[in-house]
């Protein structure tokens, strides 16, 4: 029997209830393909800072490098946000990120035809809509030199890149393309900002290594529109730290809700952070109320890429996918529709995953 090590980070707010959630899917998983998974859990962001005063303890990052691939719920919340707090729970997962060297962060726009209905946008913008951002993860305006306020009147943050960071970003995007349409959107700001004419260059640079992949570039403004405009002209979305952080929510208005966007932090092994696009929702915490729908894809994608099972993973998906038709968190019930909590809709995953539905719809198009 085969054994992987997981590492499970809950984090903070609803991030303990999607983690346990996407739990019982890998644990099904693991069943059903006679695999055995180890969990370990261990505390960072708020959490951590509460129990051990530092977002990301010493041995959380230590488990993390021993397993094979870790998953984590959210971090955050109203108690850790004094702007003058020395430590922020937000330090954890970027310091993960880095220390990791998790440079690529993979972000696919999910797309339910059974949710189409909840979107403020025209169905004729939605057809064909299949959308997947690469986002710089360890670079750019969140890791250059920075000074805090302190006693002076000015504060700052550099948007700094190098050649390397971009072009091992860029790598990815164009591999990315060659599994899906063959384009990449390079998004910048090469109008205005130096650091963005570099990132341009090299782009183009990485681009004639990939002559049957077609390469664009915009500016991220006008893409911001072009996303809810025409997003099904875009492929691979290729973007910075920041403008991919930004893009990437707004992107999830084309899946219906931020519930539902999963997303995987690779690097050059096989070693990833797979964690939900959304963030910690303090309001809805304890509940029993939160989509656990981006905890279970972010499964799916720690199943196909630091563990190779590719057919397991899109079993999930296909599961997730004809759960929704019938069964709906708050956030994506319609008016009037009686909505489930988080273990129900576990239950409703589990569910088909013992019973595959006949006729499986598209679910995340994690490559
Ligand atoms: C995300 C989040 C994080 C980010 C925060 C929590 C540090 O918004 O993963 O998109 O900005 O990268
Ligand atoms: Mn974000």
């Not at 180890?38 to 800072?49: D, F, L, Q, T």
């Not at 973007?239 to 208005?253: P, Q, R, Y």
Request: glycine residues 10%.
């Amino acid at each position: 029997m085969k054994t992987y090590r997981i590492a499970l980070l809950p984090g903070d707010g609803i991030g303990p209830e999607v983690v346990g959630g996407a739990r019982r899917v890998l644990e099904a998983v693991a069943d059903r393909a006679d695999l055995d998974f180890r969990y370990e859990v261990a505390a960072v962001g708020g959490a951590a800072i509460d129990a051990y005063g530092s977002p990301l303890p010493a041995p959380t990052l230590e488990l993390c490098r021993f397993c094979d691939a870790v998953l984590l719920g959210a971090v955050g919340g109203p108690q850790w946000s004094d702007p003058s707090a020395s430590v922020r729970p937000e330090q954890g997962l970027l310091s993960l990120r880095r220390e990791l060297g998790l440079f690529a962060n993979l972000r696919p726009i999910p797309v339910f035809p059974e949710l189409q209905g909840l979107i403020p946008l025209r169905p004729e913008v939605l057809a064909g809509v299949d959308l997947l951002v690469v986002r710089e993860l360890t670079g750019g305006l969140y890791f250059g030199p920075r000074k805090e306020q302190g006693a002076d009147s000015d504060a700052w943050d550099t948007l700094l890149y190098c050649e390397a960071e971009v072009e091992r970003v860029a790598r990815v995007a164009f591999t990315a393309a060659r599994g899906r349409r063959r384009r990449v959107t390079s998004v910048d700001k090469a109008n205005v900002l130096a650091s963005m004419r570099l990132w341009r260059r090299v782009v183009e640079r990485v681009a004639s290594e990939f002559p049957d992949v077609e390469l664009e570039h915009r500016l991220v403004d006008s893409c911001a529109m072009d996303l809810v405009r025409q997003p099904a002209g875009i492929d691979v979305l290729l973007a910075g730290n920041l403008f991919g952080d930004i893009l990437s929510d707004l992107a999830a208005v084309l899946a219906g809700s931020l519930g539902l966007l999963p997303s995987a932090s690779l690097g050059e092994g096989s070693l990833g952070l797979y964690e939900p696009v959304h963030g910690s929702a303090p309001d809805l915490a304890e509940l029993g109320v939160a989509n656990p729908v981006a905890a279970v894809l972010s499964s799916a994608m720690l199943l196909r890429h630091s563990l190779d099972l590719d057919d397991e993973a899109r079993d999930v998906e296909i599961a997730v996918s004809a759960a929704l038709a019938t069964h709906r968190t708050a956030d994506v019930a319609a008016a009037g529709e009686t909505a489930i909590g988080t273990s129900e809709m576990i239950d409703a995953i589990l569910h088909q995953l013992d019973h595959p539905a006949p006729i499986p719809s598209r679910a995340g198009q994690g490559k």
